[in-house]
């Protein structure tokens, strides 16, 4: 079974300039996650998925940062513009929603670095 | 709001030796408790979890977790240690927003390194 499939794996731009991830998560995943890390840190998320519906997205910074699911299964990142501090890694997880219980499945990450 | 703490940013074993890598959680309710392992250039990935039942959690790649409510801990171990097994590791809590929505708290990260 593929795993959750992240490109690009690596990305540099220079600060003010968009940058966009794309996440293809496990078949049959209805939640999917963005996670921000930072080095040395731990993941924090982002947003949250519910299919197409974004159900918990209050980590988000919208002033520079959006986030689209739009046929419940590939979901887009995007940063516009890009700041110094944005570089991190970007996680994308997904998980089969099973209450409580749920686990969830990690991508590669892209590592973004903003000059 | 639920917390989880790791205490050690760095542990260092010898190959063969047990290993634990703690962790402790505070949470208002029954708490649901994960261990993920990191490896360089690469996504997190699921050990275990303790959701209820026997407090000792049997994982992948041999590890084991020991859910003790009464230190609120979740120690992650293993009984003989690889180099293989060298990487960072996060303990997570599950945080219930509301009653219809919940995310994971992750810890900071223990670096565990193992030496041959």
């Known amino acids: 079974e593929a795993g959750v499939v992240q490109s690009p794996r690596y990305k540099i731009i220079e600060k003010k300039q968009p940058v966009a991830f794309w996440c293809n998560p496990i078949?049959?995943?209805?939640?999917l996650y963005w996670y921000l890390q930072n080095l040395g840190q731990g993941p924090e998320l982002l947003i949250r998925y519910e299919n197409e519906e974004a159900v918990d997205d209050s980590q988000l910074p919208k002033d520079r940062f959006s986030a689209e699911r739009l046929k419940g299964v590939d979901s887009t990142l995007k940063i516009q513009p890009a700041e110094l501090g944005d570089s991190a890694v970007y996680l994308c997880a997904s998980s089969f929603p099973t209450g409580e219980t749920e686990t969830q499945y990690f991508g590669p990450g892209t590592r973004l670095l903003v000059l | 709001a639920q917390s989880v703490a790791q205490p050690e940013d760095q542990v260092n074993v010898a190959e063969g030796n047990p290993l634990t890598v703690k962790c402790t959680y505070s949470?208002?309710?029954?708490?649901?408790l994960f261990w993920y392992v990191q490896y360089p250039n690469r996504g997190l990935q699921f050990l275990l979890k303790?959701?209820?039942?026997?407090?000792l959690v049997k994982g992948s790649y041999g590890f084991e977790a020991e859910f003790n409510k009464s230190q609120t801990s979740f120690h992650l171990k293993k009984p003989s240690a690889l180099v293989s097994d060298s990487a960072l590791y996060f303990c997570a809590v599950r945080d219930f927003v509301d009653s219809s929505a919940s995310k994971i708290i992750f810890g900071s990260g223990t670096r565990l390194s193992i030496r041959p």
């Open positions: 078949s049959g995943h209805n939640t």
């Open positions: 303790y959701i209820t039942g026997d407090n």
């Open positions: 949470v208002s309710g029954n708490p649901y």
